[in-house]
């Protein structure tokens, strides 16, 4: 059976354009997530779109409902290792930046830090100053 039909139904001018545009805002936003080098490139993006009709009773008029949804890459998980030790009743934890526990390291900028990414010389002044040893060769 075949039949003639008139049905204006423009994707483009739909709901006053909402419909194109929750399609471009979706299209925009797994791009986004296609960009974002925390995602996996090896994931796939699915833009997904639901048009529901409802007829009134009459059959007269048509009630059309539109959602457009996307799922997209989930950022890549990330990790690090943190250092913690008991001193009485405190507990104390830090990131560990060097990956061993009492190494030393040069960070992006050149300087020496502590496996927790204090600068030494920095913790060196506080051990100085805390154990009342004399610097002779501090001036004043």
Same mark, same amino acid.
Not at 12 to 18: P, Q
Not at 33 to 53: A, G, L, P
Not at 71 to 82: E, Q, V
């Given at each position: 059976?075949?039949?003639?039909?008139?049905?204006?139904?423009?994707?483009?001018?739909?709901?006053?354009?909402?419909?194109?545009?929750?399609?471009?805002?979706?299209?925009?936003?797994?791009?986004?997530?296609?960009?974002?080098?925390?995602?996996?490139?090896?994931?796939?993006?699915?833009?997904?779109?639901?048009?529901?009709?409802?007829?009134? *009773?009459?059959? &007269?008029? !048509?009630? @059309?409902?539109?959602?457009?949804?996307? #799922?997209?890459?989930?950022? /890549? $998980?990330?990790?690090?290792?943190?250092?913690?030790?008991?001193?009485?009743?405190?507990?104390?934890?830090?990131?560990?930046?060097?990956?061993?526990?009492?190494?030393?390291?040069?960070?992006?900028?050149?300087?020496?830090?502590? *496996?927790?990414? &204090?600068? !030494?010389? @920095?913790?060196?002044?506080?051990?100085? #100053?805390?154990?009342?040893? /004399? $610097?002779?060769?501090?001036?004043?």
């Amino acid at each position: 059976m075949r039949f003639t039909n008139d049905i204006d139904f423009d994707l483009n001018s739909l709901g006053d354009g909402k419909f194109r545009r929750h399609i471009e805002r979706e299209v925009s936003k797994i791009f986004e997530n296609i960009h974002d080098k925390q995602t996996s490139s090896e994931t796939k993006r699915t833009m997904t779109i639901k048009v529901d009709f409802t007829p009134n *009773d009459e059959r &007269e008029t !048509v009630a @059309v409902n539109f959602s457009v949804a996307s #799922k997209l890459a989930p950022i /890549i $998980d990330a990790n690090t290792s943190m250092k913690t030790e008991r001193l009485g009743d405190l507990i104390k934890a830090h990131e560990l930046k060097s990956g061993v526990p009492g190494q030393t390291y040069i960070d992006d900028d050149g300087t020496v830090k502590t *496996d927790i990414g &204090e600068p !030494v010389d @920095v913790v060196e002044k506080e051990t100085v #100053k805390k154990s009342n040893v /004399i $610097d002779m060769k501090a001036k004043g």
